[in-house]
């Protein structure tokens, strides 16, 4: 019998995102559509929703649902807005924002991954992500500023050319902290030349690499 991929997916959505703290009905939607199944290694596509990370080779991971609904609904995102990611992966966080009908530039430093992500949201049609190859410590100057950033490897430090990037009233997330310490999620508002920072929950993440 055929794996039931939309099932699969309908149910990861009741159980793992509704019965936490997930409340954003666009969000919801966004990964109810997403087929998450397509952005992973086909011989593990079986376990595509069930709630945990999934390696999708060469050291890198996709994250576990909740996060990335977590991550997405603490951004605010709206139609049309500008959104940076940093760490494109699988190319999964990616579709999710580009779902909710955001302008999407991904950065990615390891090249097969942005080859691969590329080609993977081309096939599923979401023709509002631009995926570029480069280091995520620099940001994305040339189309700055960002309505949001979210940032899916773990630096040791706040980079400050990510703020930089922010508009005023701009919002960004991220994983900080060392690989072999515990990492904590980060809410950066911006305020003017401030910003505020409001730790979350504690996270693992690969470790966001700076290949200067």
């Known amino acids: 019998m055929a794996y039931n991929f939309d099932a699969e997916r309908n149910s990861m959505v009741d ?3 509704m019965t936490r703290d997930i409340k954003s009905s666009a969000v919801i939607e966004a990964m109810r559509s997403v087929p998450r199944h397509l ?3 086909e011989n593990l596509q079986n376990y595509a929703y069930e709630d945990s990370p999934l390696p999708i080779g060469l050291g890198q991971t996709i994250s576990q649902p909740y996060i990335v609904a977590y991550m997405t ?3 605010e995102p709206l139609p ?4 940076l990611e940093i760490g494109t992966g699988s190319g999964y ?30 096939a599923c049609g979401y023709d509002n992500v631009t995926v570029k190859n480069g280091n ?3 940001g994305w100057q040339e189309e700055a500023p960002f309505h949001a950033i979210i940032v899916t490897a773990a630096p040791d430090h706040i980079p400050g050319e990510l703020i930089m990037q922010l508009k ?8 900080v902290g060392a690989v072999y310490e515990v990492q904590f999620l980060k ?8 910003y505020s920072i409001e730790g979350l929950l504690p996270v693992r993440f690969v470790p966001m690499v700076d290949n200067t």
Not at 93 to 116: M, N, W
Request: glycine share 10%; proline share 3%; with cysteine.
């Open 15 to 17: 159980r793992q995102l």
């Open 39 to 41: 952005f992973i290694p």
């Open 73 to 75: 609904e603490l951004l």
């Open 80 to 83: 049309g807005m500008k959104v």
């Open 93 to 122: 966080q990616a579709a999710v924002l580009a779902s909710l009908g955001c302008e999407v530039y991904t950065l990615e430093v390891i090249k097969e991954h942005a080859d691969r992500a590329s080609r993977a949201l081309a």
């Open 136 to 138: 995520g410590y620099k």
């Open 168 to 175: 005023d009233g701009g919002r960004m997330i991220l994983p």
């Open 187 to 194: 809410l950066i508002t911006k305020d003017g030349e401030k």
